[in-house]
Nanobody, 118 residues
Framework: QVQLVESGGGLVQTGGSLRLSCAAS????????MAWFRQAPGEEREFVAL????????YYADSVKGRFTISRDNAKNTVYLQMNSLKSEDTAVYYC???????????WGQGTQVTVSS
């Protein structure tokens, strides 16, 4: 069982930056691929970025490529999402997910709200 807790969301102006964190419980964090998803009001949850257990593989949605960076610190059981050049369309609740295989996430956090105002 893995418990995930996101933090770092908030209100930011267009063009600003935020760094989200997702802290995980357990001793086997490095075994899990991690991902960030987001869900805007009235929309389906969409993929944002993923990172493999070792951090050697990362992948981004086209909409955030070049602006967002996913990283992890396995010693701290934490995955991060650095978000730069934020746009109003980045406004959403951001969730982190964990799974033993890339693309299959079975554990989820409660989400953190990101609001980008113009």
């Amino acid at each position: 069982q893995v418990q995930l807790v996101e933090s770092g969301g908030g209100l930011v102006q267009t063009g600003g930056s935020l760094r989200l964190s997702c802290a995980a419980s357990g001793r086997t964090f490095s075994m899990y691929a991690m991902a960030w998803f987001r869900q805007a009001p009235g929309e389906e949850r969409e993929f944002v970025a993923l990172i493999s257990g070792t951090g050697g593989i990362t992948y981004y949605a086209d909409s955030v490529k070049g602006r967002f960076t996913i990283s992890r610190d396995n010693a701290k059981n934490t995955v991060y999402l650095q978000m730069n050049s934020l746009k109003s369309e980045d406004t959403a609740v951001y969730y982190c997910g964990a799974g033993l295989k890339i693309g299959t996430y079975v554990y989820w956090g409660q989400g953190t709200q990101v609001t980008v105002s113009s």
